[in-house]
Nanobody
Framework: EVQLVESGGGLAQPGGSLRLSCAASGFTFDDLAITWFRQVSGKEQEGLACIKSNDGFTYYADSIRGRFTISKDNAKNTVYLEMKRLKPDDTGTYYC??????????????????WGKGTLVNVSE
């Protein structure tokens, strides 16, 4: 069974940075596509960025492109989300999710099979 554990959330000031981590276990890491989502109070869950663990293909939502960077460390079975120039609107719970990519070219924000429990990000003075 795939387990995903997020970490790295916390309090950040506007304009600051945080790096979130998603540690995966229970599955061959190279076979996974991993996606970061966030849930902001009062809004629908939002897909942010995804990465394929075998070839590093990435895809970003327009809302965070240029500020957030997704990356991976296959040796650690971990995916990261580097968040820069944080805004109060970035406050929310951040989740990583995964699904097998089955050798496809792309990754996306749909059909996730596994979810972590989330890590809270609070951007305020």
């Amino acid at each position: 069974e795939v387990q995903l554990v997020e970490s790295g959330g916390g309090l950040a000031q506007p304009g600051g940075s945080l790096r979130l981590s998603c540690a995966a276990s229970g599955f061959t890491f190279d076979d996974l596509a991993i996606t970061w989502f966030r849930q902001v109070s009062g809004k629908e869950q939002e897909g942010l960025a995804c990465i394929k663990s075998n070839d590093g293909f990435t895809y970003y939502a327009d809302s965070i492109r240029g500020r957030f960077t997704i990356s991976k460390d296959n040796a650690k079975n971990t995916v990261y989300l580097e968040m820069k120039r944080l805004k109060p609107d970035d406050t929310g719970t951040y989740y990583c999710a995964a699904a097998p990519h089955y050798g496809g070219f792309y990754c996306g924000f749909y059909d996730m099979d596994y979810w972590g429990k989330g890590t809270l990000v609070n951007v305020s003075e």
